[in-house]
């Protein structure tokens, strides 16, 4: 888990700052999504580090989600009577914003590939320059639109915000002194993710890039 | 105070068991809570009841034998404090008071509120000591040992094994048990030639069982009876990554 | 209740010569198991406490078959986990002046002369071994900043040789213990049975071959054999009801293995600890002790006028009466447990003590906090205080605690030689559960030094020289039988009556009628009237108790039933004994027998010996005396002005 998340939230990173050239122009946008798939020419072919990028990220949100699934039929087996009466003395915060936030997680990225990546769900159709389909997809009308990637941002915020700490916990590198600076650090990264994620979207629902 | 007990009943491992409802008068608030159930005992003894089976011992919050899930925490919402220690100032007249069972696969119930923890006996069979016979020690001062280390051990060596951490934790994990021993250990000098050995061999052990895996919930530290820190667990993940890795 | 004088007995096994050199010639005398012979003897070990525990655990490293039960769910839990103070070790690691000479001298003084030079000295010795051994598990004791252990003065002492680890040294001794209990476990030298609960001893051929126990889960009544039979089942003070001991602490085991023949030697001797948590209300199912180290910063005292319920802190110095720093000028707070014990008794019965039913005495931080401030009081005693106020609902630090002196300890218990060994070949009896080396009273933080030199260092030896001489074959059939028989038509019995009072309320009335008229103080007229009062009692119990559900489920109140009958017959010689030892000394006062100030006064010319009894099945018990003779600490007159 805390290794394949830790792949993510890298390509999180590289994916937020790429939107945010958005705000540069259309162009510098286009631009980025074609250096994407130019790099290393002509040393190796078109799209080459892209699709390394891809499989990594495929096999990482395929592992991630086995484990996922794995921990939580250990946790079913381990628990086969539940409680009459539960209460959560931590919050339950980890717990339900894992499980039920990694579940939204998903069915968010499926929706979020179609519409801007292969572009089948967007009014732009899938031939048209990245910056047009995000720019459509983002077009005041489809507010709704907005506001679904505004929650499923916000999920994937709080994902991080305890999965960043969490991952440092299970890979052994956390001790009591370091909790209140990796709390405090996965709580930043998260947060500069969610704005830098929100950014755009907002920006151009709102009319401020067109 | 009169309360209403809503208790969990099971003649034995092949009963399905169910909630049963008491009604209790005349608690004083000075009571513990085991106090409470035994006044309640003496009554359903005398009516040709079977009492309530619980497990207790010291009634001094050290021998990690009492443990019940009330109103949904283990040990009840007092921090720090085992079911022993509980006392009945904590609760309000008239209130309605769920009583479970540790619930966990590994700890599987033998009779009402007592279940068979043997499985964190064998964790320790697999590992949690340092190997030396008796008789073959050199001087107590021949290896001096950091106070900081010291205190630290001393503070993952309190666990009493009562396995609160498991009742709490929502994969019903045995983390927070098995990483107090590998890291009382880990952190003396004493226990280094084992260290590897020791950590993979208990966490195996502790997977075996049944136990789930840690999600990092924080929920056992919750409830710990002596406040074992989450870093525990840290501590036991690198020791298990480490000896993985070799 | 009669008795009868038999010849005298005579420990048989320690060896000659200067003090210093007998343990070596000892374990240089004991002879050896073949190392090859180890696997095919069996040994039963009885409790996991600190004797227990680290019994079996020794006996399995050193290869012999050892079988190892207890009441509890887990080994982990027996009641040396809640020691709290520390172990007393004649390490000198201070330099300042202590010896194994001086730990010998405190401790035969400190048992007030009714102790065994010979064992006391060896215990002394043995103490530095335990230190070196638990740090060497991992025993995380307290440590000073350059690395080295830290020790205190604890309980009378003078010099600093308790090590302790916060204030839960016997649990962090026990894990020690405990794990490498398990460690044996796992190397299959050692079976462990839990929640099984010993009700007989088997005797063949005048030796103990075995023990008949239930299975508290199943009710099964299981028979195990064996080449020798070791009892580490603990103390007896749960005969009181109310006492600082685990709830499941009983005397069954050892009452069992006396019905079978081995002499209980003073009965009578029970220690009550000062500074405990006072009785709240009717329903009190236990009492709690808190660490005396308690005393070495707190002050006690009580108002001095009678019946004045001002709030502790309305009260002015020159209205409170610090008694003891005013009887005992030279140790004041720290005079030793029984001194303490009896001076808040004394308070309390003229009418000046606090608390519900003025049975309690003040413990007072006020001056310790203002010397050395909040934070290092709570530094030192921290744990403590939450304790205290968990249960009391009231915070130490603004107001003073509140104590009453609790049974705690008995150093009574069953007769055993200098090998460890009872009256029966081949049963040794270890830690608490026998009587050896703390005389009538015991020193703070010696009770787990016992327990562990017995179980790590002195039954491993001479235990080896008994079983030498084995294996010692097949078991009678009809041995076994007959004690299976017993065991099963007692329960039956028991299960029988089916009258109107549950087991506890027996155990809570013969409790108090202990500790009326067999407590701090005991007198003739007391002590006839417990004697006239026990057998109405029991004879009502087995025509009135009732024990709900079956043998063959977990019973709780079955279990119960069988300890508190045990308890009465335990509570009837505990009375005689002190009875017929018309002296006081240590834990034992007899109103009697005190000179002009109140102290304790000892006879040691009718009573310098120990008293074995015998049972007798039918007719009176017999009393053995075991003279002691004190050739290197002279006897006198404890005084602690």
Known sequence: ?210 | MNLTLKVWRQSGPSDSGRMVKYRVEEVSPDMSFLEMLDVLNERLILEGDDPIAFDHDCREGICGMCGMVINGVAHGEQVATTTCQLHMRHFEDGATITIEPWRAAPFPVVKDLVVDRSAFDRIIQAGGFVSVPAGSAPDAHSLPVRKEDADSAFDAATCIGCGACVAACPNGSASLFTAAKITHLSLLPQGQPERLSRAKAMVDQMDAEGFGGCTNTGECTAVCPKGIPLDTIAQMNSDYLKANAK | MKYAEGSPIQDTKAPEGPIEDRWEKRKFAAKLVNPANKRKLNVIVVGTGLAGGSAAATLGELGYNVKSFCYQDTPRRAHSIAAQGGINAAKNYRGDGDSVYRLFYDTVKGGDFRSRESNVYRLAQVSVNIIDQAVAQGVPFAREYGGLLDTRSFGGAQVSRTFYARGQTGQQLLLGAYQALERQVAAGTVEMFTRHEMLDLIIDNGRARGVIVRDMVTGEIERHVADAVVLATGGYGNVFFLSTNAKGCNTTAIWRAHERGAYFANPCYTQIHPTCIPVSGEYQSKLTLMSESLRNDGRVWVPLRKGDDRLPGDIPDDERDYYLERIYPAFGNLVPRDIASRAAKNVCDEGRGVGPGGLGVYLDFRDAIGRLGRDAVEKKYGNLFEMYERITGENPYDQPMRIYPAVHYTMGGLWVDYDLQSTIPGLFVIGEANFSDHGANRLGASALMQGLADGYFVLPTTLGDYLAAGPFGEVNEEAVAEAEAKVTSRIERLLAVNGTRTPDSFHRELGRLMWDYCGMERTEESLRKALERIPELRAEFWANVKVSGANEELNQVLEKAGRVADFFDLAELMCLDALVRSESCGGHFRAESQDADGEALRDDEHFAHVSAWEHSPEGEPVLHKEPLEYDYVKMSQRSYK
């Open chain 1, 1 to 210: 888990m805390a290794v394949t998340g830790a792949v993510m939230v890298l390509f999180l990173v590289g994916h937020m700052l790429g939107n945010l050239k958005i705000f540069i122009s259309r162009d510098s946008f286009n631009d980025y999504a074609t250096a994407l798939r130019t790099l290393l020419e002509p040393l190796a072919p078109y799209r080459t580090l892209l699709t390394i990028v891809e499989v990594v990220l495929a096999v990482s949100v395929v592992l991630h989600i086995w484990a996922a699934i794995s921990l939580s039929r250990r946790a079913h087996a381990a628990r086969p009577v539940k409680y009459a009466a539960k209460k959560s003395q931590a919050g339950g915060y980890a717990t339900h914003i894992m499980r039920y936030g990694g579940v939204t997680i998903v069915l968010f990225l499926v929706w979020h590939l179609l519409d801007l990546t292969f572009g089948v769900v967007n009014p732009k159709g899938p031939v048209s320059t990245p910056a047009d389909r995000m720019i459509a997809g983002f077009d005041p009308s489809r507010w709704w639109m907005t506001l679904i990637y505004l929650v499923a941002v916000v999920m994937v915020g709080l994902h991080l915000r305890h999965g960043i700490w969490s991952a440092f916990q299970t890979l052994g590198w956390a001790n009591r002194n370091r909790y209140k600076a990796l709390r405090t650090g996965a709580a930043l990264v998260s947060a500069v993710l969610v704005i830098g994620f929100l950014a755009p979207p907002l920006a151009i629902t709102f009319g401020v890039v067109k």
